[in-house]
C-alpha cells in the first residue's frame, strides 16, 4: 500500500500493476506484499537504500529490516546518503555498493564456516 501511496510510480502501481486502489481492494495489496511472507525467511539478507529514494522508499526497507529482525533473521541495514533509487549512481558510490554485497556474502559464505573450524 504504501508504495501505491507514497512510492514516486503510485499511478502506475494502481493502475497497471494491482489495477485497484487500497481503499477498495486492501486485501489484494497485502497478498502481493512482500511483507505477507516475511516469516518464511531465513536467509541473511543485506537490506540497502537510497537516502533519497522515491521508488523504493528508505520506510519500505526500514520496514523489511525490522520484520527479519523481528523473526531473527540475521539481517544489516544501509542507507546510502544522497543516493536514489540507483545506489550506484556515482562511482565512488558504485564501490562502496559493491564492497558492501561482498563483504556480506563473505561472511556468509559457507565454505569460510568450514574456514573458522581449523
Same mark, same amino acid.
Request: glycine content about 6%; overall charge negative.
Given at each position: 500500500?504504501?508504495?501505491? #501511496? ?13 489495477? &485497484?486502489?487500497?481503499?477498495? =481492494? ?38 523489511? !529490516? *525490522?520484520? #527479519? ?16 533509487? *540507483? ?11 559493491? &564492497? ?7 561472511? !556468509?559464505?559457507?565454505? =569460510?564456516? &568450514?574456514?573458522?573450524e581449523d
Amino acid at each position: 500500500m504504501t508504495m501505491a #501511496l507514497a512510492g514516486d510510480i503510485g499511478v502506475v502501481v494502481t493502475r497497471h500493476w494491482i489495477r &485497484d486502489d487500497p481503499w477498495d =481492494n486492501p486485501q489484494k495489496y497485502f497478498d502481493l506484499s512482500p511483507i505477507r511472507v516475511v516469516g518464511n525467511v531465513t536467509t541473511p539478507t543485506l537490506v540497502m537504500v537510497g537516502e533519497e529514494d522515491w521508488r523504493t522508499p528508505t520506510w519500505e526497507a526500514e520496514q523489511w !529490516y *525490522s520484520a #527479519l529482525k523481528m523473526q531473527g533473521v540475521p539481517a544489516a541495514y544501509v542507507r546510502v546518503p544522497g543516493a536514489s533509487h *540507483s545506489i550506484a549512481s556515482r562511482p565512488s558510490r558504485l564501490i562502496s555498493k559493491t &564492497d558492501t554485497i561482498m563483504a556480506w556474502f563473505e561472511k !556468509y559464505d559457507p565454505a =569460510n564456516a &568450514d574456514e573458522d573450524e581449523d
